[in-house]
Every structure is written in structure tokens, then in C-alpha cells.
Antibody, heavy 118, light 108 residues
């Protein structure tokens, strides 16, 4: 059974950092395309970043230079390092899988809440 | 940047009736469009991709269609469990992709 389990969310002050994890089971992250998608409270969905099976990485303009996506194949886990956090980064962060480079997402994790506030 | 506009914001439909949700793209996205269903407190679930292809396990009452930059999700016979927010997503210039603002389907 395919599962994605996010962790690492919490309350952080503006300018702070946080590292999110997405542990996968039922498939191999290194042969799939793993994305992060966020949803601000009561708002819609916003794509954040992707790491391809071949290792290519892409970011939304809103997080470029502040967020870093990576993966650990031995742990079958994808990470999102978030630096220089802003209030507008407050959201539930979902990890989502695409089976090809075409980014529609067939499996999602349950999400982890990140709150940026002083 | 491609902007996706969904309408209406809220749709109230009686069980057994048809629900028609619209999504308009600000420029051509071809058939590169997906629909998701999100229930309160849950992650989104993929319903449709390629504008009209049902994802695995999705009931046949959900269907998608396209005409130019206008896309439609139809729920042919609405059931109580279909109460949710529905989002469209374009992925024409992947990996970049963007979502519409959502349509909330309420059961009368």
C-alpha cells in the first residue's frame, strides 16, 4: 500500500528555519517524482517544489532561494528545508507523488502544519 | 503565469441531481488539467487527469470534459459523500503547475 507520512511541522518565528520530512512506503522515492504542495489556512493549493527521479529539482518562485528539497534513498524519504520563513509561508504542507514528470498527483500525505508567527 | 478560475465558488445540489463545476484557464493548457476532491481535514484526492481520464478507483459518476480553455467536472448523480471542495490544476508548463481557487459542493 502506498503511503506518505509528513512530519516536522510546528511553530517557528519569522526568519527561522524548519525541516519537513516525508517518509514513503509502498514505492521507491528514487524512481518517482515527489512534490511538496502547501495550503494556507482556509485557502487553496499552491505547488512548492519537486525532486525528479533523476535528481532534477524545481521550485516555485515564491520559495526559490529559501527552500531546499532533497531526498535520502536509503530512508526512502524526501525533505524540505525551509529557511528565512515568513508569515505567508504558514500552511499545511503536503507531500505528493507523481509517477511521471507530468505533475498530477495520485497519492498525497496527510500534511503537516507550519505556523510562522512571533 | 497561468491563472485558473473556478466557478461557482459554492454549489448547492440535491442528492441524485447533477453537479456541474467549471474551470477556466487564462491561456491554453491543452489537455493538461486535473481535478481533485478535498474533504475537510483530508488531503486532496485525484479524480481526473488529462482533462477527462478518471483516476484509479474513481466512480463513473465523475467525468471531465474540455472545450478550449474551459474545463468541466460533472458529477452525474450526486451522493451525500460528494460534499467537498473541488480543485482544478493545470500542468501545461510542467513542472510548474497551478490550481484554481476551488468550488465547494454542498448537499441540499
Amino acid at each position: 500500500e502506498v503511503q506518505l507520512v509528513e512530519s516536522g511541522g510546528g511553530l517557528v518565528q519569522p526568519g527561522g528555519s524548519l525541516r519537513l520530512s516525508c517518509a514513503a512506503s509502498g514505492f521507491t522515492v528514487s524512481t518517482n517524482y515527489l512534490h511538496w504542495v502547501r495550503q494556507a489556512p482556509g485557502k487553496g493549493l499552491e505547488w512548492v517544489s519537486v525532486i525528479y527521479s533523476g535528481g532534477s529539482i524545481y521550485y516555485a518562485d515564491s520559495v526559490k532561494g529559501r527552500f531546499t528539497i532533497s531526498r535520502d534513498n536509503s530512508k526512502n524519504t524526501v525533505f524540505l528545508q525551509m529557511n528565512s520563513l515568513r508569515a505567508e509561508d504558514t500552511a499545511v504542507y503536503y507531500c505528493a507523488r507523481a509517477m511521471t514528470a507530468v505533475p498530477y498527483f495520485d497519492f498525497w500525505g496527510q500534511g503537516t502544519l507550519v505556523t510562522v508567527s512571533s | 503565469e497561468i491563472v485558473m478560475t473556478q466557478s461557482p465558488a459554492t454549489l448547492s445540489v440535491s442528492p441524485g441531481e447533477r453537479a456541474t463545476l467549471s474551470c477556466r484557464a487564462s491561456q491554453s493548457v491543452g489537455g493538461n488539467l486535473a481535478w481533485y476532491q478535498q474533504k475537510p481535514g483530508q488531503a486532496p484526492r485525484l479524480l481526473i487527469y488529462g482533462a477527462s481520464i478518471r483516476a484509479t478507483g474513481i466512480p463513473a459518476r465523475f467525468s471531465g470534459s474540455a472545450s478550449g480553455t474551459e474545463f468541466t467536472l460533472t458529477i452525474s448523480i450526486l451522493q451525500s459523500e460528494d460534499s467537498a471542495v473541488y480543485y482544478c490544476q493545470q500542468y501545461n508548463n510542467w513542472p510548474r503547475n497551478s490550481f484554481g481557487g476551488g468550488t465547494k459542493v454542498e448537499i441540499k
